[in-house]
C-alpha cells in the first residue's frame, strides 16, 4: 500500500476495530455464568496486498493468514505469502520476487466475556523468504558539473537463489464482525538476521519483509479478514460486571 494513504486507512481501520471492543466490553451484566471457551483453527487472507494488486501496476502479491488456539491465552500463529513488486526511484529500477513464511505465536491481552473471541495481541514471528531480484537499469552516479548526466542503463540482470531470515515483533487487533468472522489489523517491527545479497547489487526490497532502505530494520502492516473453525469447547466459570453510567 503507498505511503501517503497508509496513516489515513490505518487510523480508519483501527477506529473501527476499537469500535467494536467498546462496545462489546461494554455489555457486561452482574452475574456469575458459566463461559464457554471455543478452541480451533482461524485462517484468511492479507486483503491490504489484494487491493495493492488491483491499483498497483508495480506490484502483485498474497498473503494467506492463519492461528490456532492452544491455551486460553496463546494462540500458534503465521503467514505465507508471495510478492512481486517493481521499485522505481530516481536513479534505479528493480523487481524483487519470491515467496516467504512466517511462524510463531500471539498472546491476547483482552479480557472477553460470554463466547466472544476478539483480541488485542502482541506477537513475534520468525521469517524466512527466498527471491530474486532484477535489476531492470540504472543511471550512472555523475559528481561533474562539465559533463551532462550519463543515460539510464537498461540492464535486465537476474540474481536468483537469495535468501533472508528475519525476526519480527506483532502489535494487533482482532474483532469479530459477525459469527465466526474476524476482521484483523497489525503492526510488524523486524530485523534482519542473515540477509545474502548478490554481487554488485543488494536486496532493496526483501519479500515478506518490505524495504530495507533502513538497514537490518523494516515496518509492515496487515489487514485481514478471517473465518473462525471451532474444533471444541471447554466451560469455566466467570465473573460478569455490568458499567452503568
Same mark, same amino acid.
Given at each position: 500500500?503507498?505511503?501517503?494513504?497508509?496513516?489515513?486507512?490505518?487510523?480508519?481501520?483501527?477506529?473501527?476495530?476499537?469500535?467494536?471492543?467498546?462496545?462489546?466490553?461494554?455489555?457486561?451484566?452482574?452475574?456469575?455464568?458459566?463461559?464457554? #471457551?471455543?478452541?480451533?483453527?482461524?485462517?484468511?487472507?492479507?486483503?491490504?496486498?489484494?487491493?495493492?494488486?488491483?491499483?498497483?501496476?508495480?506490484?502483485?502479491?498474497? #498473503?494467506?493468514?492463519?492461528?490456532?488456539?492452544?491455551?486460553?491465552?496463546?494462540?500458534?500463529?503465521?503467514?505465507?505469502?508471495?510478492?512481486?513488486?517493481?521499485?522505481?526511484?530516481?536513479?534505479?529500477?528493480?523487481?524483487?520476487?519470491?515467496?516467504?513464511?512466517?511462524?510463531?505465536?500471539?498472546?491476547?491481552?483482552? &479480557?472477553?466475556?460470554?463466547?466472544?473471541?476478539?483480541?488485542?495481541?502482541?506477537?513475534?514471528?520468525?521469517?524466512?523468504?527466498?527471491?530474486?531480484?532484477?535489476?531492470?537499469?540504472?543511471?550512472?552516479?555523475?559528481?561533474?558539473?562539465?559533463?551532462?548526466?550519463?543515460?539510464?542503463?537498461?540492464?535486465?540482470?537476474?540474481?536468483?537463489?537469495?535468501?533472508?531470515?528475519?525476526? &519480527?515483533?506483532?502489535?494487533?487487533?482482532?474483532? &469479530?464482525?459477525?459469527?465466526?468472522?474476524?476482521?484483523?489489523?497489525?503492526?510488524?517491527?523486524?530485523?534482519?538476521?542473515?540477509?545474502?545479497?548478490?554481487?554488485?547489487?543488494?536486496?532493496?526490497?526483501?519479500?515478506?519483509?518490505?524495504?530495507?532502505?533502513?538497514?537490518?530494520?523494516?515496518?509492515?502492516?496487515?489487514?485481514?479478514?478471517?473465518?473462525?473453525?471451532?474444533?471444541?469447547?471447554?466451560?469455566?466459570?466467570?465473573?460478569?460486571?455490568?458499567?452503568?453510567?
Amino acid at each position: 500500500m503507498k505511503m501517503r494513504y497508509m496513516p489515513k486507512f490505518t487510523f480508519s481501520i483501527l477506529l473501527i476495530l476499537a469500535s467494536f471492543l467498546v462496545i462489546a466490553q461494554n455489555k457486561k451484566t452482574d452475574s456469575i455464568s458459566s463461559k464457554i #471457551e471455543k478452541y480451533g483453527i482461524r485462517f484468511g487472507t492479507d486483503i491490504s496486498k489484494l487491493a495493492q494488486s488491483f491499483y498497483d501496476k508495480n506490484y502483485k502479491g498474497i #498473503e494467506f493468514v492463519g492461528d490456532y488456539r492452544v491455551t486460553k491465552n496463546y494462540y500458534l500463529a503465521g503467514e505465507l505469502g508471495n510478492e512481486n513488486t517493481t521499485v522505481e526511484d530516481d536513479r534505479l529500477s528493480f523487481t524483487a520476487q519470491g515467496t516467504y513464511l512466517k511462524i510463531g505465536f500471539d498472546y491476547n491481552s483482552y &479480557e472477553n466475556w460470554l463466547d466472544m473471541r476478539n483480541m488485542i495481541y502482541l506477537g513475534m514471528r520468525y521469517g524466512a523468504s527466498t527471491f530474486s531480484q532484477t535489476l531492470n537499469s540504472y543511471k550512472l552516479y555523475n559528481t561533474s558539473t562539465y559533463f551532462p548526466e550519463a543515460p539510464t542503463v537498461q540492464s535486465g540482470e537476474k540474481y536468483n537463489g537469495l535468501t533472508s531470515q528475519w525476526i &519480527e515483533v506483532v502489535l494487533g487487533l482482532k474483532t &469479530e464482525l459477525v459469527k465466526n468472522i474476524y476482521l484483523g489489523f497489525s503492526v510488524r517491527l523486524n530485523r534482519l538476521l542473515t540477509n545474502t545479497k548478490p554481487d554488485n547489487f543488494d536486496n532493496l526490497y526483501i519479500p515478506g519483509f518490505n524495504r530495507t532502505y533502513n538497514g537490518d530494520f523494516g515496518i509492515g502492516f496487515n489487514y485481514s479478514v478471517s473465518y473462525f473453525l471451532p474444533f471444541y469447547k471447554t466451560k469455566s466459570s466467570s465473573k460478569k460486571e455490568s458499567k452503568k453510567k
